[in-house]
């Protein structure tokens, strides 16, 4: 088992600057992909960027540019580095980790999420 505890969010004005974490607990966290998903009320959880066992990444269109996400192995910990936040920005944003246990299966772990809110 796995779990996830984001923290960092907030609210910020556009333009603002947020740095979201997301600590795990469990084994596995150096081997697992890692990611960033947002979900807006109304609207479905979309991917914000990922981040592979080997440092690779992926950011989603509407942040690119803007967000940076990082891992530190050593401490278990993701993160995300948001700039030049936008009012499009706001929503519930999740940690994610997919781990594989010892016969190969696929699991996903989501945090419960964290409020990032952007308004003047």
């Known amino acids: 088992q796995v779990q996830l505890v984001e923290s960092g969010g907030g609210s910020v004005q556009p333009g603002g600057s947020l740095r979201l974490s997301c600590v795990a607990s469990?084994?596995?966290?150096?081997?697992?992909?890692l990611g960033w998903y947002r979900q807006a009320p109304g609207k479905q959880r979309d991917m914000v960027a990922n981040i592979g066992s080997n440092g690779g990444t992926n950011y989603g269109s509407a942040v690119k540019g803007r967000f940076t996400i990082s891992r530190d192995n050593t401490k278990n910990t993701l993160y995300l580095q948001m700039n030049s936040l936008k009012p499009e920005d706001t929503a519930v944003y999740y940690c994610?980790?997919?781990?594989?246990?010892?016969?190969?299966?696929?699991?996903?772990?989501w945090g419960q999420g964290t409020q990032v809110t952007v308004s003047s």
């Open positions: 994610n980790a997919v781990v594989y246990d010892w016969l190969a299966r696929r699991n996903d772990y």
């Open positions: 469990g084994s596995g966290f150096s081997r697992s992909v």
